[in-house]
Nanobody
Framework: QVQLVESGGGLVQTGGSLRLSCAAS????????MGWFRQAPGKEREVVTA????????YYSDSVKGRFTISRENAKNTVYLQMNSLKPEDTAVYYC??????????????????WGQGTQVTVSS
């Protein structure tokens, strides 16, 4: 089994930055795909960004392109989400997700096998 633990969420003003982390543990790791999703109140969960096992390919939703950056440190089994120029509409619970199977792009929720518990990001206006 795999455990994913997100951290780094919080309250920030418009234009500010946050860095989320997602640490994976629980089993020997073969190459794995990672993604970040978010769910705002009253809305469906949506993909934010995703990264391939070696970091060579990244995907960003149009709403975050140019502001968010996904990266990974495989030696630490950790993925990061650097969020800059935050807007109130970025307010949501952010979830990291992991798949040992190849992920099709654009990423879908059902493409990932394991999920973290989520971390709240609130951007005040």
């Amino acid at each position: 089994q795999v455990q994913l633990v997100e951290s780094g969420g919080g309250l920030v003003q418009t234009g500010g930055s946050l860095r989320l982390s997602c640490a994976a543990s629980g089993r020997p790791f073969s190459p794995y795909y990672m993604g970040w999703f978010r769910q705002a109140p009253g809305k469906e969960r949506e993909v934010v960004t995703a990264i391939s096992p070696n970091g060579g390919y990244t995907y960003y939703s149009d709403s975050v392109k140019g502001r968010f950056t996904i990266s990974r440190e495989n030696a630490k089994n950790t993925v990061y989400l650097q969020m800059n120029s935050l807007k109130p509409e970025d307010t949501a619970v952010y979830y990291c997700a992991l798949s040992f199977r190849p992920v099709k792009y654009p990423p879908r929720e059902d493409g990932y096998e394991f999920w973290g518990q989520g971390t709240q990001v609130t951007v005040s206006s």
